[in-house]
Nanobody, 124 residues
Framework: QVQLVESGGGLVQAGGSLRLSCAAS????????MGWFRQAPGKEREFVAS????????AYADFVKGRSTISRNNAENTVYLQMNSLKPEDTAVYYC?????????????????WGQGTQVTVSS
């Protein structure tokens, strides 16, 4: 079992920045590929970014490319999502997820464990 706890969400004005964190426990963190997803009210959960086990390879959804950076610290069992130039349409609950077997997974079904989510609200 893997437990994931997100933090760092909040209310920010358009153009601002937030850094989300996700602390993992319960399994060797370096054996997990990690990802971030988001879900806005009335919409499906969508892929934001993913990172390989070592952190050497990353992938991003087009709508955050150039504005966000995913990173991880395996010594601290934590994955981060730095989000810059935030827009009102970035408002959503952001979820951290862990995959045991899929490298740079982009689909929710490829992830085995999920956090409870952290709310990000961007005001215009």
């Amino acid at each position: 079992q893997v437990q994931l706890v997100e933090s760092g969400g909040g209310l920010v004005q358009a153009g601002g920045s937030l850094r989300l964190s996700c602390a993992a426990s319960g399994r060797s963190f370096s054996s997990l590929s990690m990802g971030w997803f988001r879900q806005a009210p009335g919409k499906e959960r969508e892929f934001v970014a993913s990172i390989s086990r070592t952190g050497g390879v990353t992938a991003y959804a087009d709508f955050v490319k150039g504005r966000s950076t995913i990173s991880r610290n395996n010594a601290e069992n934590t994955v981060y999502l730095q989000m810059n130039s935030l827009k009102p349409e970035d408002t959503a609950v952001y979820y951290c997820a862990a995959s045991v077997s899929t490298w740079l997974a982009r689909f929710p079904r490829e992830y085995d464990y999920w956090g409870q989510g952290t709310q990000v609200t961007v005001s215009s």
